[in-house]
């Protein structure tokens, strides 16, 4: 089974509007955190956000949140008042705390356009 | 400014040529871990370093190589480079080796292409 996956390959918005990158997840570890990275056209991997799986309250970095649904094994990034320089990959990651590896695993990403 | 740096950032070499990408970061972190990124199959990890001296395998060990002798710097070899292994690398590096909290930072990417 995916680990992270990532429903939307591609995703519209216009400029200055708020948009949600959808995210879920599956892991039988109690401990574990989930991060997003934004990836440019110009190919480098840039930490946004993280949420750790004993947080309570969601995770916020100035335009970037995190809706955390531990419930429902979600973790949605949303993206407030939207800017050009905004388009690029996103990608959902998590690391596991119960295995050795600590490895980042990785959803397939969305794509996502801000249009003027 | 705290980062991860890899060289080369292009590079384009022949089948069976050995070649070294460098990375070295500057944050003090105890983990280091190399990824290759390709079309339709996403980021896996290649190899991992929890610390000084300790390396181990990741998802896709065959064909590489790497060692830790220091802590800020983790090189990843390609012995005997072939055309499958052309693709885009990530060398990432966190503070805390057991931390599952802890943010793996990504050098900008070496783009490989072996023909």
């Known amino acids: 089974a995916q680990k992270i996956t990532q429903t939307q390959p591609g995703m519209f918005v216009q400029e200055k509007e708020a948009v949600t990158l959808d995210c879920t997840y599956d892991?039988?570890?109690?401990?574990?955190?989930l991060f997003w990275y934004k990836q440019p056209s110009s190919g480098e991997m840039i930490f946004l956000i993280y949420q750790g799986s004993y947080d309570e309250q969601n995770a916020t970095e100035g335009r970037y949140s995190l809706n955390f649904q531990k419930a429902r094994k979600s973790a949605n990034l949303v993206i407030s008042a939207s800017q050009l320089g905004d388009s690029a990959m996103y990608f959902c990651?998590?690391?596991?705390?119960?295995?050795?590896?600590?490895?980042?695993?990785f959803g397939s990403g969305t794509r996502l356009q801000v249009q003027p | 400014e705290a980062q991860v740096t890899q060289n080369p950032r292009y590079l384009i070499t022949v089948t069976g040529k050995k070649l070294t990408v460098t990375c070295s970061q500057n944050m003090n972190h105890e983990y280091m871990s190399w990824y290759r990124q390709d079309p339709g199959l996403g980021l896996r990890q290649i190899y991992y370093?929890?610390?000084?001296?300790?390396?181990d395998k990741g998802d896709v060990p065959e064909g590489y190589k790497v060692s830790r002798k220091e802590k800020r710097n983790f090189p990843l070899i390609l012995e005997s480079p072939s055309p499958n292994q052309t693709s885009l690398y990530f060398c990432?590096?966190?503070?805390?080796?057991?931390?599952?909290?802890?943010?793996?930072?990504f050098g900008n990417g070496t783009r490989l292409t072996v023909t």
């Open positions: 892991t039988s570890d109690q401990s574990y955190g």
């Open positions: 370093s929890m610390n000084v001296e300790v390396t």
């Open positions: 990432a590096s966190s503070l805390s080796p057991g931390g599952y909290n802890s943010p793996l930072h």
């Open positions: 990651a998590m690391r596991e705390g119960d295995t050795g590896r600590r490895a980042l695993t």
